[in-house]
Nanobody, 123 residues
C-alpha cells in the first residue's frame, strides 16, 4: 500500500494562487497513477486532474483547464497541483488519490486516499 498526505491548502481571494502537495510513502510511488479530486459541501466528490505514472500524460476537468497544472516528481515521491486564477467555485476539500490501473474519474475506483486539505476562495 501507499500512504498519502496532502498539504498547501488555505484561505485566499479570487484571482490568487495556491500550490498543493501530496507526499507519498510506502510502496514505490512510480507504480501509481495519481489523481486529484475535490468535494464541496453538499456535493459529490468530483474529478479534477490526473497524471500518468511517468508524468508524461495529464488530464483535466473542463472547469479547471487552463488554470490548474498537475505534476509529479517520482524521485521525491510527491505530486503537485498548481492552482492559478482561483474562483469561489473552486472552494472544496482537495484529496489526492492513487491506483495501480488506468486513470478513471470515479472516486470509488481508487484504492488509496489522503485525508484532504481545505481550499477556500473568497470573492
Amino acid at each position: 500500500q501507499v500512504q498519502l498526505v496532502e498539504s498547501g491548502g488555505g484561505l485566499v481571494q479570487a484571482g490568487d494562487s495556491l500550490r498543493l502537495s501530496c507526499a507519498a510513502s510506502g510502496r514505490t510511488f512510480s507504480n501509481y497513477v495519481m489523481t486529484w479530486f475535490r468535494q464541496a459541501p453538499g456535493k459529490e466528490r468530483e474529478f479534477v486532474t490526473a497524471i500518468s505514472r511517468s508524468g508524461g500524460t495529464t488530464s483535466y476537468a473542463d472547469s479547471v483547464k487552463g488554470r490548474f497544472t498537475i505534476s509529479r516528481d517520482n524521485a521525491k515521491n510527491t505530486m503537485y497541483l498548481q492552482m492559478n486564477s482561483l474562483k469561489p467555485e473552486d472552494t472544496a476539500v482537495y484529496y489526492c488519490a492513487a491506483r495501480t490501473g488506468v486513470v478513471v474519474a470515479t472516486p470509488r475506483s481508487y484504492n488509496y486516499w489522503g485525508q484532504g486539505t481545505q481550499v477556500t476562495v473568497s470573492s
